[in-house]
Nanobody, 113 residues
């Protein structure tokens, strides 16, 4: 199993980023996928979760209305569109295959002016 995140970087407050997570080694289209994040000195928290077909979505309270999770089962990829970014969104963002309990290596997102 491999989960490879990309798309992180440095962005100014109010800006946007789109994270991608390319999955391999399991039947991607059959499983829920999620994004988590971990800021320095804080516990890892759920950002968003998406059902296997993409119709069911759930978000953490701190990102509702700003972030959108989506997936493309033809590309075995899950995305996280992040808009109206705030300094408190600064964290390492991880992709997770929920059922298999596999994590990606993470991608750093830094929101700063």
């Amino acid at each position: 199993v491999q989960l490879v995140e990309s798309g992180g970087g440095l962005v100014q407050p109010g800006g946007s980023l789109r994270l991608s997570c390319a999955a391999s080694g399991f039947t991607f289209s059959s499983y829920d996928m999620s994004w988590y994040r971990q800021a320095p000195a804080k516990e890892r928290e759920l950002v968003a979760l998406i059902g296997s077909a993409g119709g069911s979505k759930r978000y953490g309270d701190s990102v509702k209305g700003r972030f959108t999770i989506s997936r493309d089962n033809t590309k075995n990829t899950v995305y996280l569109q992040m808009n109206s970014l705030k300094s408190e969104d600064t964290a390492v963002y991880y992709c997770k295959w929920v059922a298999g309990n596999y994590w990606g290596q993470g991608t750093q997102v830094t929101v700063s002016s």
